[in-house]
């Protein structure tokens, strides 16, 4: 290694998206470690954390998912409460729409993902059923659970922007959306006051015996930074970080988009919630479109059948206009090193798909506004799309990694877990599960594969 300034430090963090921060922070506050060095070559939360929807929420087909990401949320509101609002949390709830009348399938995905607390899942069948909709108003004042609306009339009373044709809602009860950036921003003040400050340079060659030795570039050269333990929390570079150390981290990189611009016409009312629409959908194209795409290898795929999951929201402010929408459609793996695969088609696709649901949105179709926000960034995933937070193969090397679509709202628990297993003390009963220590658990990994990856 070149001669440069050595540094000694007891973890290194290297990464400083939503997760890595977390984890320095919990290291800090939580486990009183003060040698710490957070470490990127990018600006702080400006890669995949930067491209999050912020939205959260704690429905999930598996108690283990609920139970963390219900740990992380109570961890963001700890935060939202101590720093005055901070982090802009609201919880409108996530409504989940379906044609299905009585999706039972889906009701007792609820009952085993909230692990049957009792209450937690309520059945409204009639039309005078008491059901509380939905609001933008504080999060404390909101209700927890789920609600299952199973009646046309109560829907179309609560509902009304939605199509005609839907015929059950399933409105998850703790889940909104939140300011990820304030977050992380909270948590470098945090760090700084503590006198971790995030140093920019690239990670290149990691030696790992008897301490990490750590090689970096910068701006100012290279520099080099020896640590006892060292955390993984790359992003969808993590594998690099894995390969220094001579592993192969089974965690695929898959390229998500969103869209955003100012609804004029008000097609989404603003208290309305994160609306998904459960149904996949054969999107309505005219014959010169059908032949367009026929001839396009790459869009081809847009003349069949298409998943659920189209999502749309009111974005920013209730007096706001904007709105984003969003699908996490695309099941192709792709390498964070080259070009992202920006999709022009995107925007016209989610607006048709969403229009489906919100049938005002349809005057949009051809005609969007200018200001259009199209963007987009990377799920990094494991095959069962649960993350990898613990310890690697190696010794002293520890990953937070492989958070897909919901690491800003799973951050605050991730970094949590991350700063136990590396400061060596007891974490929560579900976090093993979240740990490379599953993949050795064939009865968990038969039931993961039953349940189907479900990326929103
Ligand atoms: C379109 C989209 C929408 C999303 N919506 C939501 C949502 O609504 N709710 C939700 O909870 N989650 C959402 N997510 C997921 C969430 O954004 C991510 O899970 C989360 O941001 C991942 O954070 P991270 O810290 O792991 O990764 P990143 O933010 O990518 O941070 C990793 C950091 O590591 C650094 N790094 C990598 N290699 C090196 C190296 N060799 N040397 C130094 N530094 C290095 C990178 O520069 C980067 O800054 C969404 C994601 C996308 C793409």
Redesign the pocket.
Known sequence: MSAAAIDQVEVAV???????IAVAYYLVVERGRRRVAL????P?????????????RNWWPHPVMTAFTDHSISLMEQIDRASGSRLDMTRGGYALASRRERPEDLISSLYRGYDGAPGQVRLHESAAAEYRPSQRGPWADAPDGVDVLLNRALIRRNFPSFARDVASVIHIRRAGSFS?QQLGQFMLEALAEAGVRVRR????AIAAAPAFDIE?TSEGGAQRVTAERIVN?????VR??GAMLGEDLPVRCVY???ISFEDRSGAIPRDMPFAIDLDGQHLAWNDEERELLAGDPAARRLLEPMPGGVHCRPDGRVDGTRIKL?WAYNAQASDPHAEEPLDPNFPDVVLRAASRLYPALAAYVGRLPRGLHH??????MTEENWPLIGPMRTTGAFL??A?????????CAAGSVCASWAAGSPVPDYAKALSGARHADAALMAELAQLGKGSL
């Open positions: 290297i990464g400083a998206g939503s997760v890595g470490i990127d070559c990018r702080a939360m400006s890669f995949t954390s930067a491209r999050s929807g912020e939205n959260y990820a340079a690239e990670v290149r970096m929390a790359a992003g969808p570079f690099d970080i998500q988009q969103k969003g963007y987009g960034g990377y799920y990094a937070a990694g958070l897909s679509g919901f690491g800003s709202m799973a951050a």
